[in-house]
């Protein structure tokens, strides 16, 4: 991509360790690469709103077919889930440029609804970055 995109940091945040940080553990091999923090302020949820889970609707059979597709699209890519913590707090998506560049992307989860990779590699290609002078 270019000079300085290798000082790119991936970061993730937890809202809530359990099982003495065991669920940490357990999602860095689906996270390679990248930090593992956890946000026991919820700064970062504050930022997203601390938006939670909620349905657009109350029909079962729309519920229990997008559970069963959220699933699926798990399991084809060897992702398993758990059913620890409280799980109804919602996260997002951000990059942040270095500097003053700010958020050049930022998007709040829809449980369900994977995010596109064109707008995040979009906003990753939009970062300038310095090189240091010798």
Same mark, same amino acid.
């Given at each position: 991509m270019g000079?300085?995109?290798d000082s790119i940091r991936l970061i /993730?945040? %937890?809202k809530e360790a359990k099982y003495g940080g065991e669920d940490i553990r357990d999602f860095a091999p689906y996270f390679p690469g990248g930090e593992l923090f956890l946000d026991d302020e919820n700064e970062f949820y504050a930022a997203l709103g601390n938006q939670k889970l909620s349905f657009k @609707?109350?029909?079962p059979f729309t519920i229990i077919s997008g559970i069963m597709d959220? !699933?699926?699209r798990m399991k084809d =890519? /060897?992702?398993d889930g758990n059913m =620890? /913590?409280?799980g109804l707090t919602l996260g997002g998506i951000f990059v942040i440029g270095p500097g003053d560049q700010g958020v050049r992307y930022l998007r709040r989860e829809d449980t369900g609804t994977p995010p596109e990779k064109e707008p995040i590699l979009e906003a990753v290609q939009s970062l300038t %970055? !310095? @090189?240091p002078t010798v």
């Amino acid at each position: 991509m270019g000079p300085g995109y290798d000082s790119i940091r991936l970061i /993730g945040l %937890f809202k809530e360790a359990k099982y003495g940080g065991e669920d940490i553990r357990d999602f860095a091999p689906y996270f390679p690469g990248g930090e593992l923090f956890l946000d026991d302020e919820n700064e970062f949820y504050a930022a997203l709103g601390n938006q939670k889970l909620s349905f657009k @609707t109350w029909n079962p059979f729309t519920i229990i077919s997008g559970i069963m597709d959220m !699933s699926r699209r798990m399991k084809d =890519r /060897g992702i398993d889930g758990n059913m =620890r /913590g409280e799980g109804l707090t919602l996260g997002g998506i951000f990059v942040i440029g270095p500097g003053d560049q700010g958020v050049r992307y930022l998007r709040r989860e829809d449980t369900g609804t994977p995010p596109e990779k064109e707008p995040i590699l979009e906003a990753v290609q939009s970062l300038t %970055f !310095s @090189t240091p002078t010798v």
